[in-house]
């Protein structure tokens, strides 16, 4: 289909930039300066971004499980970088709309192409 390496690609970068700065942000204010809150959402913000940097791969291999794993990335980043972003002010403007917008697009695009691949196999 259409764009699908573009989406893998996109999924990773934006996975590798999330894992990336909620580490930073788990280690500086987690670890050295021993905050519980800014540990617990950068907690949450490193997992968030692991996964959906293995959505990027799986996608980019057009692993069967894909399926799968981008409904589960959109369940756990929403929420996520709603809690970090809007609601705790953790993360930056533009990670949090990317945290929530990117994994509803790749839904949206999975969903149209399992639509398109059910429609040519009749």
């Known amino acids: 289909m ?3 390496m573009a ?5 990773l970068v ?4 999330e894992t990336g700065g909620a580490v930073q942000e788990l280690v500086y204010r987690g670890f050295l300066r021993s905050e519980t ?10 997992i ?3 996964v959906l ?7 980019l ?7 799968v794993l981008v409904p589960a990335t959109a369940y756990l980043s929403v929420p996520t970088f709603f809690i970090a ?4 002010h953790n993360a930056g403007w533009p990670i949090t709309l990317v945290g929530i917008v990117y994994p509803l697009i790749m839904l949206l695009w999975c969903r149209m192409d399992a639509k398109t691949e059910a429609s040519s196999k009749i």
Not at 61 to 67: D, G, Q, T, Y
């Open 2 to 4: 259409r764009g699908h």
């Open 85 to 88: 972003g809007v609601y705790k």
């Open 61 to 67: 291999i057009r692993s069967r499980l894909v399926s």
């Open 48 to 50: 968030t971004g692991a």
């Open 53 to 59: 940097l293995w959505t990027g791969v799986a996608l």
């Open 37 to 46: 809150e800014p540990m617990i959402v950068a907690s949450l913000g490193t």
């Open 7 to 11: 989406i893998s690609l996109f999924a």
């Open 14 to 17: 934006f996975g590798a930039l």
